[in-house]
Nanobody, 123 residues
Framework: VQLVESGGGWVQPGGSLRLSCAAS????????MTWVRQAPGKGLEWVSF????????RYGDCVKGRFTISRNNTQNTLLLHMNSLKREDKAVYYC?????????????????WGQGTQVTVSS
């Protein structure tokens, strides 16, 4: 049972990146998922949520209008498309699984995490 993020890297302000999270060892389509991030020296920040079917998504105010979360339940993959990146988006990004049956943006109850992928935004 694991989540593996990829797609991070360095990008200039205003640029774009696409993060991926590959799920394995469990029935991905049964779980709502989130992206959270942690900037250097700061706590965890909730970024985005998507329900198990992919029909509902939510975003933190800090990324609304710039990031798009999606999922492919056939390929067991969670995505985060990040556009118009800002320096303050620099962080380690984690995908995290909500417990089965939790289909809300409730935070702090994630039961499975990936190892994270680093996003750096600088010129």
């Amino acid at each position: 049972v694991q989540l593996v993020e990829s797609g991070g890297g360095w990008v200039q302000p205003g640029g774009s990146l696409r993060l991926s999270c590959a799920a394995s060892g469990f029935t991905f389509s049964n779980y709502a998922m989130t992206w959270v991030r942690q900037a250097p020296g700061k706590g965890l920040e909730w970024v985005s949520f998507i329900n198990s079917s992919g029909g509902t998504s939510r975003y933190g105010d800090c990324v609304k209008g710039r990031f798009t979360i999606s999922r492919n339940n056939t390929q067991n993959t969670l995505l985060l498309h990040m556009n118009s990146l800002k320096r303050e988006d620099k962080a380690v990004y984690y995908c995290a699984r909500l417990p089965r049956g939790i289909e809300t943006t409730e935070r702090g109850i994630w039961d499975l995490w990936g190892q994270g992928t680093q996003v750096t935004v600088s010129s």
